[in-house]
Structure formats: structure tokens, C-alpha cells
């Protein structure tokens, strides 16, 4: 059944998609965003435009996926802290050897299954190729992770693992796009939240990054997000 995704809502699609796509592109609270967004004369609360972040975050992963351009198969994967409900979660990160974003995937531990978890979805991602080698850090479940997924047949047998901290550096850089919002924001409310913001917070990563071919400026962005978030489902 087709539905239209801003149907019912009390303010425009343009408004809507300005605040969520500048939320998850620059270092910017909500609080800053009702600020700028009142300068233009338009009143709207940081709660309104939190709920919209968490509502079309993933909508915007799901449909921007569809673009990305083919990464290479040298694979640099890490994790990284980020708060849930006050406590330490995990976002496992991978990017290839120039830099493109794999994939991520938000874990509240840091075990092996999660390991599994990440690396199964980023095999099921269209952009994706089978690793031809997998640089980490000597964290054990991941070690563990990947002989097993070697073993039965989700990895090539060819698929090589590294664990070499320099060559990691790359990955560890790319944490900083992240970070840097995560960090101001003292944490998340919830799993759910923290996942749906995060994949906002990623794409844009992507889009930066050059990762999808149909975007060359700030101009075609804004259009190509307008278009794909047209598309009925």
C-alpha cells in the first residue's frame, strides 16, 4: 500500500527535511536548530524535530543505500564507545582502504556475536563485496568472530584477517565525524533512538564522503533527499 510520508504533519516536507537533514549533517542540538529555525519565523519545538530525526533517520538509510557507490574489498574494521541510558555501548565501524564507509552497527556489548551481527550485515549490503582481507584490532571475540564466519561459509576461505593497530588508523580517524556528535550529545535516551540517529548521522557521513555518485554539492543533495523521501512505499 502507497502511503505519502509528511501526509497529516503540521508543517512542510522542506521544513521537516531542512531541520533533519542539518541535524544529522552539522554539530548542531536541537535546541540550536529551534533557534535558527525561529529566526525564519518558524516556531517549532526541539522535541518536535527530535521525534522527526528518529522518525525519518532510518527511512533516510533505507533509501540511500540504494546509491552508494561499490566499496573496495580491503576492509578496516573497529569499534567504538557511545553512550545508551548512561551506560557504554558499542558502534562497530568498518570502512575500505580509501576511506568509504562500509557499514556500522550499534551493539549494547562488545562480544563476539555482535562481531557476527555487523559483519552479516554488511555482507547483505548491495555496495559491499566479499573481504578480500579484514584489518582489526587483537580483540579476541573478534578474532573469534571472523574464523567462525570463515568456517562456515559466510567469509571466503580466502578471506584474510589482519590485526595490525597502524593500519588500522584509518577507521579510528573516521570515528571522529561520529563522535563528534555523539559526544555533544551526552549520551541516548534508548537503543531504539540511538540506532535510528545514528544511521542519519552515517549517511550524511557517506554523502560527505563523496559515496553517492548522484550528489556533487549542497544543492544536488538537497534534491536528491527531496526526491527519494517523495517516493511512495
Same mark, same amino acid.
Given at each position: 500500500?502507497?502511503?505519502?510520508?509528511?501526509?497529516?504533519?503540521?508543517?512542510?516536507? *522542506?521544513?521537516?527535511?531542512?531541520?533533519?537533514?542539518? /541535524?544529522?549533517?552539522?554539530?548542531?542540538? /536541537?535546541?540550536?536548530?529551534?533557534?535558527?529555525?525561529?529566526?525564519?519565523?518558524?516556531?517549532?519545538?526541539?522535541?518536535?524535530?527530535?521525534?522527526?530525526?528518529?522518525?525519518?533517520?532510518p527511512i533516510l538509510e533505507q533509501r540511500i543505500r540504494k546509491h552508494i557507490r561499490?566499496?573496495?574489498?580491503?576492509?578496516?574494521?573497529?569499534?567504538?564507545?557511545?553512550?545508551?541510558?548512561?551506560?557504554?555501548? /558499542?558502534?562497530?565501524?568498518?570502512?575500505?582502504?580509501? %576511506?568509504?564507509?562500509?557499514?556500522? /552497527?550499534?551493539?549494547?556489548?562488545?562480544?563476539?556475536?555482535?562481531?557476527?551481527?555487523?559483519?552479516?550485515?554488511?555482507?547483505?549490503?548491495?555496495?559491499?563485496?566479499?573481504?578480500?582481507?579484514?584489518?582489526?584490532?587483537?580483540?579476541?571475540?573478534? *578474532?573469534?568472530?571472523?574464523? *567462525?564466519?570463515?568456517?562456515?561459509?559466510?567469509?571466503?576461505?580466502?578471506?584474510?584477517?589482519?590485526?595490525?593497530?597502524?593500519?588500522?588508523?584509518?577507521? *579510528?580517524?573516521?570515528?571522529?565525524?561520529?563522535?563528534?556528535?555523539?559526544?555533544?550529545m551526552l549520551g541516548f535516551k534508548s537503543y531504539k533512538s540511538a540506532t535510528s540517529t545514528i544511521a542519519g548521522f552515517e549517511m550524511m557521513h557517506?554523502?560527505?564522503? %563523496?559515496?553517492?555518485?548522484?550528489?556533487?554539492?549542497?544543492?544536488?543533495?538537497?534534491?536528491?533527499?527531496?526526491?527519494?523521501?517523495?517516493?511512495?512505499?
Amino acid at each position: 500500500m502507497s502511503r505519502n510520508l509528511f501526509i497529516w504533519k503540521h508543517f512542510e516536507k *522542506e521544513i521537516i527535511l531542512l531541520c533533519v537533514r542539518w /541535524y544529522l549533517k552539522y554539530p548542531l542540538s /536541537y535546541r540550536n536548530l529551534v533557534e535558527m529555525m525561529l529566526e525564519r519565523g518558524i516556531k517549532v519545538t526541539h522535541t518536535t524535530i527530535m521525534r522527526w530525526v528518529h522518525q525519518y533517520s532510518p527511512i533516510l538509510e533505507q533509501r540511500i543505500r540504494k546509491h552508494i557507490r561499490m566499496t573496495n574489498d580491503s576492509w578496516r574494521m573497529d569499534e567504538t564507545y557511545i553512550k545508551i541510558k548512561g551506560k557504554n555501548a /558499542y558502534l562497530y565501524r568498518a570502512v575500505d582502504s580509501k %576511506g568509504n564507509t562500509i557499514d556500522f /552497527y550499534v551493539s549494547e556489548r562488545r562480544t563476539k556475536s555482535a562481531a557476527k551481527r555487523f559483519f552479516r550485515k554488511a555482507l547483505r549490503a548491495q555496495h559491499n563485496q566479499m573481504p578480500r582481507v579484514i584489518t582489526t584490532d587483537r580483540y579476541r571475540g573478534t *578474532e573469534m568472530a571472523i574464523l *567462525e564466519e570463515i568456517y562456515y561459509g559466510k567469509f571466503s576461505c580466502r578471506t584474510e584477517h589482519r590485526m595490525c593497530q597502524y593500519l588500522n588508523n584509518i577507521v *579510528e580517524q573516521d570515528h571522529r565525524f561520529i563522535k563528534k556528535k555523539t559526544n555533544a550529545m551526552l549520551g541516548f535516551k534508548s537503543y531504539k533512538s540511538a540506532t535510528s540517529t545514528i544511521a542519519g548521522f552515517e549517511m550524511m557521513h557517506m554523502i560527505h564522503k %563523496g559515496q553517492v555518485e548522484a550528489i556533487r554539492c549542497a544543492r544536488t543533495e538537497v534534491q536528491f533527499i527531496s526526491e527519494i523521501m517523495d517516493e511512495l512505499t
